[in-house]
């Protein structure tokens, strides 16, 4: 397929042009949520951005096996290997056992993409589910000398690895900087050298997810999934992997020198990293106050947001900003978006009442050239916007009748909104709160019996019957009471 | 806590009183589906029967670790520890990874189960993931000499199991029966006995579900998945294990064995199982062309059905039989099913219209404790059910002024409806079709936009203006045009 799809590589700090090693099959990896937790803009940013990636080699004719993982145990608290397991803490703090907190917060992330209109990917492997794999993974890297036993833990040999390898490829770094950033915690005299981290860790004994291996009862290191589940599900090599910025160091410099260190070459192609998100300027986090689940946003339900936004305005938001800049959130920005994009579905709408023409007054043919031209060029979603602002005025035009177009170029802006709108940027139509919605058509109906109330107090029959005949013709069924008309829609 | 609940044991073949191992807590394990496949009727009616369960228990006041599997590995075509398995086998004809056919069929699964109001388990653990814990489950079966190697593969050795053990204890059958009816099969010499059965698999070198092992890479046998990952999730001993009638053998009797030959004595105290369905008679199956999906039955698309049914009319239709009773699915049975459900929700629907009275005409406090007698009878739905009817009746009457009845016998009703109907049955008001909603309400728009309309040519500038306000107050944005008014809700 001809393609000019260029792509951001973190690994090289340039754009390249995108080629799959294995076409028309393209692998993509991409790091899912440590389920201990409601899921928040933090997991939304990486979920849409690479959606739009996977739609889009899709729409290219791609056939994409896309693997996000959920990671449920081996994520500790800090980066050091250090502190508790962030599922098994959830799971002491609320009485449960940590495979009960999994299930709860992968439903709750599963129900919240689905909001968000994120498609699921190919396959989602769980890192508990694959501890034969990780320990398949340490074992080849002990074979290999890039790692050491210290009383029943494994840890990875970054001095060794780093006179044969580069340690810091990715992210940049040298060994001495990240000597000099590593802190030195509790537990930490088990390692050689502080910047060295766990393949395994042997567990203590109040920790309750462990499995045997080689070594002792324990858990993998948290970088060991992701290398190993890649490789199961995508093989030695493969295109993309992708995640937040804030994964590429430690997590993805580690993937990488597990990989080395264990098939004597990187795995992956493309390795793409999106921006983060703050909140009227700040980090997001918990201590902060300033912490928002998507939930929070669907429902309004929280003191940092004036009103509610739905899932659609959330991605539409997050599709106005390129995914390497930084998105702010606020009020101001989200209701911005929320009027963009309810300007751009109106537009839609209107293009039905658009009265075709002979000739078009204005040109309509260089619009999908454009969105395709800002799509290749790193996936540039606020240009296809802009574009698609572009036609929308060209239709609004045409409604006006202050532009005139041929019912070809109708059906051309029309097939423009279906292919980059709702199927690559992943937009679709809302109901608006569905409840609000019947609400408000409900009242319309008491409105309309007031009238055929008025008419009857006028002995007009023909138009209290025509009223009622037709409601009953719709599925409404009318009762007449003594105060008043009632009415049920059965459908 | 006071509990009369009795439960029918498999095990026993009697109706016992329930009695927790552990108040309050319950330990509930049921066989899910192989994820293969769009899930069936099959598939609902254990769901909605242990869904009862787990909302009952959870009602009554027990706190509840469900366990429902994903089976995604070892699951071969046939009984006897033979022919392809079932993933592997979807994935080759569909040239896909084994788990992006899990994937798919697990979200369908999961989406369908959420139509039909199904809960969500506590744990839904995957065959997959739980490699490790079936290896150390045949190891200790080895260790305890219940097993034996052939060939890279092992076997439970059912014929010494059965000497010291009885064999036959939950299907009835004795290991003579078996034999006999065991079919010869290739590849069955690995096995000293026909009645053997697999307990690990060395794989075929084309067969891509495979994990290193102690006797070879290969896969574990099916029956092992439930005994591991039971144990593991629910402890050595736990209360309830359920499934449809067809595990009960070979399935829940080797898991029985299994569990007995690791341990020294069985997991579980009541073993519950529900009866199986027919469509029009006939037991349903692909080769007999009455297969019918619940995807098909929500949309009507299939031959064998007359109309769309609703996830709530199979819900409700199930519950209408008792779960050890056969179900029989025909079109006259659905139609009836779904009328008897909108009777009792029109019943719910108009209790708000009862004028209370200083005095009540009729009894309506022994409708909830006959309920729970029913609930308590081995979750005798239908019994509840009619309880429900002769209560619905009493609605009936009191609106149409035929029954008095106190405001605290109102609420009385309410309130019965609430539990049992909604919170124990699980049934939910549904909105048939959302779009077809959508369209009446919007006619009913044009229908007010019409009246004003006419108003407007009778210069009744008062009744047209106030319909307009009143439409743009509640949202609606009208436009008049020279073809008339078109309009549009903005909510």
Redesign the interface.
């Known amino acids: 397929m001809e393609n000019k799809l260029t792509i951001y590589n973190t690994l090289t700090r340039k754009k390249e042009l995108f080629e799959a090693l294995n076409p028309p099959h393209v692998g993509m990896y991409v790091c899912g949520p440590t389920v201990y937790g409601d899921p928040h803009l933090g997991h939304a940013r990486p979920a849409i951005t690479f959606d739009i990636l996977f739609r889009y080699l899709q729409h290219l004719g791609y056939k994409v ?1 896309y693997v996000r993982n959920i990671t449920d145990v081996g994520h500790l608290e800090h980066d050091a290997d250090e502190g508790e397991d962030k599922i098994a803490k959830k799971a002491r703090l609320e009485q449960l ?1 940590p ?2 907190v ?2 709860y917060y992968t ?1 709750r992330y ?1 129900k919240a993409m689905e909001m968000l209109n994120v498609l ?7 890192a ?5 794999e990780q320990i ?1 993974l340490v074992k080849q890297i002990l074979d290999n000398g890039y790692a050491y036993e210290s009383q029943g833990s494994i840890y990875f040999d970054v001095n060794k690895y780093n006179k044969d390898h580069h340690y810091g490829i990715l992210s940049g770094r040298n060994l001495d900087d990240v000597l000099n950033t590593t802190r030195e915690l509790d537990g930490q005299e088990e390692k050689h050298n502080p910047a060295d981290f766990a393949l395994w860790k042997k567990a203590q004994p109040e920790h309750i997810m462990r ?2 291996s080689p070594w002792s009862n324990g858990f993998p290191g948290w970088h060991c999934e992701c290398t190993a589940m890649g490789r199961k ?1 995508l093989g030695e090599r493969f295109d993309i992997h992708g995640g937040g910025m804030d994964l590429i160091f430690p997590h993805h410099e580690c993937e990488i020198a597990q990989a080395v260190a264990s098939q004597g070459h990187d795995i992956v192609h493309y390795w793409m990293h999106n921006n983060m998100i703050t909140i009227n300027g700040q980090k997001m986090g918990k201590s902060l106050g300033n912490f928002i689940t998507l939930n929070e946003f669907f429902t309004g339900q929280n003191p940092n947001l004036k009103q509610a936004y739905s899932p659609m305005t959330i991605r539409f938001f997050i599709l106005m900003a390129h995914y390497r800049g930084t998105v702010d959130f606020s009020n101001d920005a989200l209701q911005a978006a929320e009027k963009a994009m ?1 300007r751009l579905m ?1 537009a839609y ?1 209107a293009i039905g009442r658009i009265q075709p023409s002979a000739e078009s007054s204005v040109s309509v043919s260089e619009f999908k050239g454009k969105c395709y031209e800002a799509m290749d060029d790193d996936l540039n979603t606020p240009i296809v916007i802009s574009h698609l602002f572009d036609a929308a005025k060209v239709i609004n035009q045409a409604v006006d009748g202050n532009a005139k177009l041929t019912a070809s170029d109708v059906a051309e802006l029309k097939s423009l909104f279906d292919t980059f709108l709702f199927d690559i940027l992943g937009i679709k139509a809302e ?4 409840s ?3 609400e ?6 008491d ?2 019996l007031e ?1 055929r109330a008025i008419a009857k107090a006028n002995k007009d029959w023909a ?1 209290s019957d025509k ?1 009622r005949n ?2 009953t013709a ?3 069924e009318i009762k007449d009471t003594k105060d008043g008309a009632t009415w ?4």
Do not use: D
């Not at 508990?128 to 034969?132: K, T």
């Not at 408000?440 to 109906?445: H, L, R, W």
């Not at 049920?488 to 459908?491: E, H, P, Q, T």
């Open positions: 096996r056992e495979m009960e999994v299930q439903l599963h699921p990917p190919s396959i989602e492997p769980h508990s589910g694959h501890i034969i398949e499995w045997p599900y309810s109106e709408n109901e608006g709160g569905g609000g919605r019947e408000a058509f409900g009242k319309v109906v409105m309309l009238q138009t009223i037709e409601l719709l599925g409404f049920k829609l059965n459908r």
